[in-house]
């Protein structure tokens, strides 16, 4: 038990990516509503930003700004590269919601089974 | 080509191949005339493959890969962008597709998109030429996911852009999957990133081969190369994650699906073999998970059930769009089986299954202009107001069956060879069957096409615009052509087999 | 004049000749379209590029029987795949046939085509002459790609031509057409080729063989055998049983598709490549050595008993000659599969004989659907009264079929049991026999009503063949002069043949003795 609890306190990070990584995409499997899909998905991608900053921080390190006097610092790259991620997943996010809005306007709902009843053919 | 003398841009020609779309997007994003937007998306389009075949070509003829530092830093610090035999084969196929159908667009375009949205179509199609051609041309892998979204989103722009409603649903559907397998492939890069330390390519290749024996290490190594192919497989449409394409390719402007049937799909099997190959290498990916029996098992369900659902449909483009995830099921099977007649065979089909899917989308677009519908209930007997388009869409139908003369047998004949050489004879007599089905779903909409009687919409038709012809007959020419003359696609293809084979470090 | 034309042939390289067989047709499909709007000239263009072809063809006649094999290496496609003629004395012999055949046929379509008033026969021309090329290609093939190649374009020329007519039925019997031939040789046919360039490193036609129970690239004798299978049911265009439903099915087609696609280029093309395949890329020897062939015997004897006793019970004269083409075809197969050089000279000798006479039989089958409208053969009560030329030449194809003497069927019937004999192989003697008793059974019915049965009145007719003819009458005469011509000609050939086999039998012989 305890070894359990143990793995978990060392890794706890990553578990919440895990719980967040599931939980988006359960979002976007389980819910019809167009929108809440897109909420899933935001959520996914969050997961993976968490995935590459927590292990950016080295145990003992400081913050990445050089200085003679220290010798072990956080790893900045991780960080560079979630603010592309982020700016992808806001891309991504808007595009979504743009489409929605039309999809809005084209059917009148952003239900997805509503949509399909009124266009079974477009599934 | 080599007698191009590109003067002072020559050593920046990889970044140039980038940056040149770019610009030309941001340029039409200024243009609100779109007939001048479609020239610059003209001239961008036609400077490409000249730059790509550039550099091809002296890949093959000095053996040694073109790496360009940016910003001259060096790797693994800096993104490095690498050509070699097969980035360039690639990056050439993508190039002259783009170039092909650009005159084919302005009439296209004109009629199906909206006036205010036409010169935004040929930004994002630009955009979208930029992000696969920097999939290609990189080797980073992160950098790889950033072009990867970067065409994607472009990707879902030009589909929503489709006349008919049903377009913005199979854009957002595509959002939706295409994000999740993007997303997939970043965990995975991110998964090796903190095992190895480094997102070069080739710095990766070098470091997983230390990280893949140390015990604790070898299960994100593992994790991560599952990941990655699943979130690629994803972007390429392999069964059973194929569901988004019909949709997408069915209801977007006839001229994006043309070109996204011939490119984008692509892009993404390269991306898939550059990690398999040279990031982990093929006894790595096959021996510690069993990637080469399922896909191969999951390429044979795509050959067969894609073949079917095509035999039932009544859009023709939703059809051809089922013909293209199992066409899509050779190139992966090709790979699964990765031995050199496998990747020849595959490799050669990126280039032989584009010419042939662009130009039958292209005959099919020539008809939406002229019809306003490809449902077959419409296009009953066009053939003979339409005998031109027509014939040229019979002719590439012949080399999608894959009749000998034609490209399309070529890459059959590989991909038997490359199951014969690993003794599955089961798996050669499952690839002609399953090219038996297609002869039927070609059979079909020839005798829709060619031997009714002609529908009402139909009998008002006349024969495609010359602009529209010439595309597409260089594109069935090309068909034939290269069912004879190999040189170009089975040379380059056996050329970059043999590399990737050999596991470049 | 020709005989000065012909030396001057004689001096232009038989690779030329090669080329010139292949374009001559090609060049005749191009020009074609161009005349559309000028019916004599369109069919003149026909008759010249079939006279021209048949003039190169026996031009390169006296190089093989001078014991030249000329090559003509086109294109190297990719590896093992490369696009190259060459010449021997099987394919000659094909090669002579076809393009012989194809002038008396030109002349019999313009004579059926114009009195049926055919629609499109712009395109009809058009796909009979890239038909022909692909049987030039097909005959001078130096390797399996090419013969592939050439197959497979036969193939889809041949389609248009089958659905000509462009009815439901039509449409439904050129799919059965397309799906069983293009099926054979796609499920069957290229994967045994792929095999072959698997095992034995080349695809070239190679007298021996290249597959072979022993040495490095050796094949144990049962998968010889499969692959032979996979061979002989791949080319469905044999029609070797079960792979025969397409020809019946493409009697649709008007009747001169029939006659020389499905009597001759088509069918003889089939059994072309299996005679091919034995010899050139199994090799006989090695057939008889391990025994692999022994099963084939069985299945060409099935095929030609079968289709023999179907044929008894057909009352439409063209399927009953369609199921007539099943049984002969194999009797090809059948001498193939005996495996001794006597019964091989039959099998191609038999490729002749059958082409000239079958071509007869169905030219007249035209000839009375165009003079009287029928096409069942309880309608053909005292016709040989009305149609004595057409019913002459019938007879004379019957005959031959039947194989009796003095027509050419007998000869190549004659070698076949000679080699079946000498071996002491009795079951093939047994199905010869059998079936040429069968033959007689189907055939002479149909000579005895034409001459020696009263025509019966109109309202007498059975019911079925009334309402699928309704415009059939029985106050007419010969058919046009162009088909009389064309069937006369030929039926003559089916005799001159027993008179004056040199050519056939002098091929048949080369073949025999090394390629």
């Known amino acids: 038990m305890m070894q359990y609890l143990e793995v978990f306190a060392a890794h706890y990070n990553y578990f919440i990516t895990i719980f967040l990584m599931i939980s988006g995409l359960f979002i976007v499997i389980a819910r019809g509503n167009l929108i809440k899909k897109l909420v899933g998905l935001s959520l996914f991608q969050t997961s993976v930003y968490l995935l590459y900053l927590t292990p950016a921080k080295i145990l003992g390190g400081t913050a990445p700004i050089y200085d003679g006097s220290y010798k072990l610092y956080s790893n900045p790259l991780p960080h560079v590269l979630m603010l592309t991620a982020i700016v992808v997943g806001v891309a991504t996010l808007s595009l979504g919601l743009a489409l929605v809005v039309r999809i809005k306007e084209a059917y009148g709902t952003v239900e997805e089974d509503e949509i399909f009843a009124k266009d079974p053919e477009a599934e | 080509m080599s007698a191009l003398s590109w003067g002072a841009a020559e050593p920046h020609l990889p970044i140039l191949l980038v940056i040149v779309p770019i610009l030309g997007a941001l340029v039409t994003t200024f243009l609100r005339n779109s007939f001048l937007a479609w020239l610059v998306a003209l001239l961008v389009s036609f400077t490409l493959p000249f730059m790509t075949i550039q550099l091809l070509v002296t890949v093959l003829k000095t053996g040694e890969p073109i790496v360009y530092m940016i910003g001259n830093w060096e790797a693994p610090f800096g993104i490095v962008y690498k050509v070699d035999q097969l980035s360039g084969y690639v990056l050439t196929v993508i190039a002259l597709i783009g170039a092909v159908i650009m005159p084919f667009a302005r009439r296209s375009v004109t009629a199906e998109i909206d006036e205010r949205a036409r010169s935004w179509y040929y930004s994002m199609y630009l955009l979208c030429l930029a992000g696969l051609l920097g999939i290609v041309i990189t080797g980073d892998a992160f950098n790889a996911f950033v072009f990867l979204e970067i065409s994607s989103l472009a990707t879902y722009v030009l589909i929503a852009l489709g006349r008919n409603r049903r377009a913005l649903l199979a854009a957002y559907q595509y959002l939706i999957m295409g994000t999740i397998g993007a997303t997939f492939y970043v965990i995975g890069i991110g998964l090796l990133y903190v095992v190895t330390g480094t997102l070069n390519f080739d710095d990766l290749a070098g470091r997983l081969d230390a990280a893949i024996i140390d015990p604790g290490q070898r299960n994100a190594v593992v994790t991560a190369l599952g990941f990655i192919v699943v979130g690629l497989c994803l972007k390429l449409a392999l ?67 894609a073949s079917i659902s095509a035999v039932f449909e009544t859009n023709a483009k939703r059809m051809l769009a089922y013909s293209s995830v199992a066409q899509i099921g050779y190139i992966t099977l090709g790979i699964a089986i990765a031995n050199q007649a496998g990747l020849t065979g595959s490799l050669a089909h990126i280039a032989n299954h584009a010419i042939m899917k662009t130009a039958l989308f292209l005959a099919l677009g020539a008809v939406f202009y002229r019809i306003g519908s490809v449902l077959y209930s419409d296009i009953a007997g066009i053939g003979r107001k339409m005998p031109l388009t027509m014939a040229a869409f019979a002719l590439a139908g012949i080399g999608l069956m894959g009749t000998p003369g034609t490209a399309g047998f070529i890459s059959k004949w590989y991909l038997a060879v490359a199951a014969i050489d690993e003794g599955l004879y089961s798996v050669v007599f499952l690839i002609v069957a399953s090219s038996l089905i297609s002869v039927v779903y070609i059979g079909r909409i020839t005798e829709v096409i060619w031997f009714r009687e002609p529908s009402a919409a139909a009998a008002q038709a006349r024969e495609a615009p010359l602009s529209m012809l010439i595309p597409l007959w260089l594109l069935v020419g090309a068909t034939f052509y290269l069912g004879f003359d190999t040189r170009a696609t089975v040379g380059t293809a056996a050329e970059a087999a043999k590399v990737l084979l050999e596991g470049v470090r | 004049m020709f005989t000065s034309l012909f030396a001057a042939l004689q001096n232009v390289p038989p690779e030329d000749l090669i080329l010139a067989a292949l374009l001559i047709p090609s060049a005749a499909a191009l020009l074609i379209p161009l005349f559309h709007r000028v019916p004599n000239l369109r069919e003149a263009v026909t008759l010249i590029a079939a006279a021209a072809l048949a003039t190169v063809t026996w031009s390169l006649y006296p190089h093989i029987i001078d014991g030249a094999r000329p ?87 041949t389609y248009p031509l089958v659905t000509h007519k462009a009815t439901p039925e039509a449409m439904k019997a050129g799919r059965v057409y397309l799906m069983l031939l293009i099926g054979t040789s796609m499920v069957l046919f290229l994967p045994a080729i792929v095999i072959t360039w698997a095992t034995a490193g080349t695809l070239d036609f190679t007298p021996g063989g290249i597959i072979s129970a022993d040495g490095e690239n050796a094949l144990s004798p049962p998968l010889i055998s499969a692959l032979l299978a996979l061979f002989v049911f791949g080319i469905g265009k044999a029609a070797v049983m079960p792979m025969h439903f397409w020809l019946p099915a493409a009697m649709v087609a008007p009747t001169p598709v029939s006659a020389l696609l499905h009597a001759v280029a088509v069918v003889k093309a089939g ?71 006597i019964s091989a000279i039959g099998a191609a000798m ?34 040989g009264w009305k149609m004595p030329w057409t019913m002459g030449a019938f007879t004379v194809g019957a005959l031959a079929m039947i194989g009796l003497p003095p027509t050419a069927g007998f000869l190549g019937k004659w070698f076949m049991l000679s080699g079946a004999m000498s071996t002491e192989q009795w079951l093939p003697v047994g199905i010869i026999v059998l079936s040429t008793v069968l033959n007689a059974g189907y055939f002479l019915p149909i000579l005895v009503r034409a001459f020696f049965v009263e025509a019966t009145p109109v309202a007498l007719h059975a019911a079925g063949a009334q309402a699928a003819h309704p415009k059939h009458d029985d106050d007419h005469g010969e058919a046009p002069f162009p088909m009389v011509l064309a069937l006369t000609i030929t039926a003559a050939m089916s005799v001159l043949l027993f008179f004056f086999p040199d050519v056939a039998l002098n091929l048949a012989k080369l073949m025999v003795a090394g390629g």
């Open chain 2, 239 to 305: 069964f059973p994650m194929h569901v988004w394409l019909p949709n997408a390719y069915a209801y977007a402007p006839s001229v994006a699906t043309a070109f996204l049937a011939g490119t984008a799909t692509k892009a993404a099997i390269y991306l898939l073999v550059r990690v398999v190959f040279s990031v982990f290498g093929a006894a790595m990916s096959l021996e510690n998970m069993p990637i080469g029996d399922v896909v191969i098992v999951l390429s044979i369900a795509a050959m067969f059930l």
């Open chain 3, 71 to 157: 090559e003509l290496k086109v294109w190297h496609v990719a590896e093992g795949l490369n696009l190259a003629f060459k010449v021997e004395p099987l394919g000659m012999l094909f090669a002579l046939v076809a393009s012989t055949l194809w002038i008396v046929n030109s002349i019999y379509s313009i004579g059926y085509m114009r009195g049926n008033n055919e629609p499109r026969q712009t395109s009809f021309y058009v796909c009979f002459a890239v038909a022909l090329a692909s049987t030039m290609a097909l005959a001078f093939s130096a390797n399996l790609f090419t013969l592939f190649l050439a197959y497979e374009v036969l193939t889809i020329s």
């Open chain 3, 271 to 341: 059994v072309f490549s299996i005679l091919k395949v034995v010899v050139y890329v199994f090799g006989i020897d090695t057939l008889a050595k391990t025994g692999a062939g022994d099963w084939l015997v069985y299945a060409a004897g099935f095929t030609v008993i079968m289709a023999s006793i179907i044929a008894l019970r057909q009352d439409n004269l063209k399927k009953r000659l369609a199921y007539s083409t099943i049984s002969q075809l194999s009797y090809v197969v059948l001498a193939a599969a005996i495996l001794t050089p």
């Open chain 3, 350 to 383: 038999h490729i002749a004989a059958h082409a000239v006479s079958k071509i007869t039989l169905f030219f007249a089958a035209g000839s009375i659907y165009t003079a009287a409208h029928k096409t069942e053969i309880s309608q053909l009560n005292g016709i």
